[in-house]
């Protein structure tokens, strides 16, 4: 949507929407005020007094716009005759940038009229209106295949700074695609970017977020059962793996028993490269039934297997990895994955501690 139409929308609704207020009496619409840092200007006449509204209309609601915006407005307000009052509009806004908008004591509004509009008595707030303008594939690019191998590369350690270039070339990806999720992370704040390079500001909130959308089911799934303890069953499958050359690693609560020393489960989960039935064939597991389950993922991306260590002499995926498949679990996955993020993920990132090879 162009932003002349998005302009003319915004208008619109904002106009039908203090229509409603029975304090107001006249509006009055400027297009393309000169020296007013919006783009345009709504002047409404309650009698005693005439609040002008300053409107800046942007194509993206991301966080980084709104505040962009909202600091233009508050500049520029003063230039304003009367009672100024900024207000920031887009197609969808998200949460984060409304959250900008009420610390600066601005407004916002968006293209299902979806918004906040509080000053000098009059007070108008709707919200949970369905908004088609939603960017869900912005979000799904974020978190796909090759975009999420940067990602991995970033929260792996966020305390470093990273050229675009290194980054891409640790990540296995173009530097295109590092410059899209720059681009991603930026705009949402999640990140900051200068001449020193890419840093996460925010890499709890990039994880949690990413364990909201992501799913193990991405990966082949195939389930089978043994009844060996899963701690040995754990050693010796790595054992077999290992003499078969096939790269493998413990993932899951697997993974978060010997990262966070968790309460062991009883179901094992690896990921393995290769043929999946010839290896559980060599190791001896069984089609799924009574005894330990174990399941072997065959991975979607050989970007799981990012940032692998070896923990009591047997490959584990890394924190992060362990923490996104727990996420993506029923159950109490959701829960273990909390107690990875306390015990080891937060801690590696205050003291700069992960270091584990590729």
């Known amino acids: 949507m162009k932003k002349p139409d998005i302009g003319q929308s915004i208008q619109d609704l904002l106009l039908q929407s203090l229509r409603e207020v029975p304090v107001v009496h006249k509006l009055d619409l400027k297009i393309d005020p000169a020296d007013s840092g919006a ?172 364990g909201r959308n992501y799913t193990c089911k991405k990966n082949a799934l195939y389930n089978f059962h043994s009844p060996e303890p899963p701690a040995e069953l754990e050693d010796r499958l790595g054992s077999v793996f290992s003499e078969m050359g096939l790269r493998h690693a413990l993932t899951s609560f697997s993974a978060s028993s010997r990262l966070a020393s968790t309460a062991r489960q009883a179901d094992v989960y690896a990921y393995i490269e290769g043929d999946v039935a010839l290896a559980a064939a060599s190791a001896k597991l069984e089609p799924a039934g009574p005894g330990s389950r174990v399941t072997l993922m065959r991975p979607y991306d050989e970007g799981v297997f990012f940032g692998t260590q070896e923990v009591e002499g047997i490959p584990v995926v890394s924190p992060i990895q362990a923490y996104l498949d727990l996420a993506g679990l029923e159950g109490n996955g959701t829960e273990e994955a909390e107690l990875l993020l306390s015990r080891v993920i937060l801690p590696e990132w205050r003291h700069g501690e992960i270091r584990a090879g590729n």
């Open 39 to 210: 783009d345009f200007v709504l002047d409404a006449d309650t009698g005693p007094v005439t609040h002008r509204i300053l409107v800046a209309v942007r194509s993206s609601g991301q966080p980084r716009y709104a505040r962009e915006a909202v600091a233009l407005l508050l500049m520029q307000s003063g230039r304003s005759p009367g009672s100024a009052y900024p207000v920031f509009a887009a197609p969808f806004i998200s949460k984060a940038a409304a959250e900008i908008c009420l610390q600066a004591g601005a407004g916002h509004i968006d293209l299902a009229g979806n918004c906040r509009l509080a000053f000098d008595g009059i007070y108008i707030e709707r919200q949970g209106r369905p908004n088609r303008f939603v960017s869900k594939r912005a979000l799904r690019s974020l978190y796909e295949t090759r975009s999420s191998r940067v990602l991995r590369a970033l929260l792996f350690d966020p305390n470093l700074k990273w050229k675009l270039a290194d980054l891409s070339v640790a990540a296995g990806v173009s530097i295109g695609q590092v410059f899209n999720v720059k681009k991603a992370l930026v705009e949402r704040e999640w990140a900051v970017f200068d001449k020193e390079g890419l840093k996460p500001a925010h890499p709890e909130r990039i994880l949690r977020d990413w």
